[in-house]
């Protein structure tokens, strides 16, 4: 029987003990016990599917998958410690020597950081296209070695949307595959698999955790490609811990009502932001104004919790505005249940050229905001405080 997204984050379990909880227990193993030698070695020769050793797989870091993998209707998945751990380790698995990665030129920082200074290493170049190239543009960037399409939508810090469906009609057109990092969106706001992606990573440290407490990553979609992925990683050892798998499978149990009251909050700042007289611009994938705004429409059920803006008087201005936050956090984090203000060009990019920072979208006067789920007066008040001291 099909169901809805609400009821498959709370309905899809483990198989009830003969204690028959009503809540899924914690499994704080680090291994498993078999029956005799014929049972394990079935279970190693993968005759016997079946859980052995807590780096591989366990019932928590299972239940997690299995939901997300619901949600994005994917086939298959691993789960990670962070979401940088399952970036790195989904490209380590599928990519070889010599191999050329095609990316949206904005990408989280440490993404960034990989592609640049880490995969070079062995061999592995990147290319960037802009956000709102052309199929004809990017296309040209195409090389025979080039294996990877990858992208975020919506993007970090600068909140650009990436139009996923042409991504994924180049990507299947040139036999690429296509990777989305879908952080941002969640799988309740957009389903990157049914756009044309071949795989979709989490960082389930924000808005799948929702409250800041455990970090966790995952990767699902193809179970050809999550199979060579499981294979690097129970070999490398960046599995998700039991605990935060419990913790992060619980927290899917709310996301859509979270991620709603997320998306309305956003939208009533993004709309305040952009009457403010000490504003420039502001960008919120639901508002009229972004440029992406009906591609946005297209993909997205809702905007999203991150707003970006533009405050006028460059990096001194974005400096003091923080010095006179009082309500809202001062944190590099997003997606929790509080606010968050962070000022990328003095912060997270300083160490960037402006060249770089404006390639995209970092201005002297950006700033991010991750939206939480406090009154939404209050966090106005509070921004409206901070723009005019």
């Not at 704080?28 to 797989?57: C, G, P, Q």
């Not at 640049?116 to 004809?136: C, G, M, Q, R």
Request: aromatic share 8%.
């Amino acid at each position: 029987m099909s169901k809805q997204f609400e009821t498959e984050a709370i309905r899809t379990h483990l198989e009830r003990t003969d204690f028959l909880e009503h809540s899924s227990p914690l499994y704080l193993t680090s291994s498993f016990v078999f029956e005799d030698a014929e049972d394990m070695r079935a279970s190693f020769t993968e005759e016997k599917i079946r859980n052995i050793y807590s780096r591989f797989t366990n019932p928590n870091t299972s239940e997690f998958v299995d939901k997300i993998c619901k949600m994005e209707g994917a086939e298959s998945g691993y789960a990670f410690a962070t979401g940088m751990a399952a970036v790195f380790s989904t490209f380590a698995a599928l990519l070889d020597s010599g191999d050329h990665i095609l990316s949206a030129r904005a990408v989280f920082g440490s993404t960034h950081t990989l592609f640049t200074k880490y995969l070079p290493k062995w061999n592995i170049e990147t290319t960037y296209f802009k956000v709102d190239a052309s199929e004809a543009e990017i296309e040209k960037l195409i090389r025979p070695e080039t294996k990877v399409i990858y992208a975020e939508s919506p993007t970090n810090p600068g909140v650009d949307i990436l139009d996923l469906e042409l991504l994924g009609k180049i990507a299947k057109k040139h036999n690429l595959i296509f990777i989305v990092d879908n952080c941002f969106a969640t799988p309740y706001l957009q389903n990157p698999i049914k756009l044309g992606a071949d795989l979709v990573v989490h960082s389930a440290t924000k808005l799948i955790d929702g409250q800041g407490r455990v970090l966790g990553g995952v990767t699902v979609g193809r179970s050809d490609l999550v199979r060579e992925i499981y294979l690097f990683s129970r070999n490398t050892g960046p599995a998700l811990s039991p605990f935060n798998a419990w913790v992060l499978s619980k927290s899917l149990e709310t996301l859509a009502i979270r991620v709603e009251r997320h998306c309305e909050n956003a939208l009533k700042v993004a709309e305040f932001l952009e009457a403010h007289p000490s504003v420039n611009w502001v960008k919120y994938p639901f508002l009229k104004s972004h440029p992406q705004y009906e591609v946005a429409k297209k993909q997205m059920k809702l905007g999203g919790n991150i707003v970006a803006f533009e405050i006028k008087g460059g990096i001194e201005a974005g400096r003091k505005f923080l010095n006179s936050i009082k309500l809202c956090s001062l944190s590099a984090n997003l997606g929790d249940t509080k606010t968050i203000v962070t000022h990328p060009a003095s912060t997270t990019h300083s160490k960037l050229s402006e060249e770089d920072r404006l390639q995209v979208s970092i201005t002297d006067g950006l700033v991010r905001v991750s939206v939480g789920l406090e009154h939404t007066d209050d966090v106005i008040n509070d921004l409206n405080q901070a723009l005019i001291s």
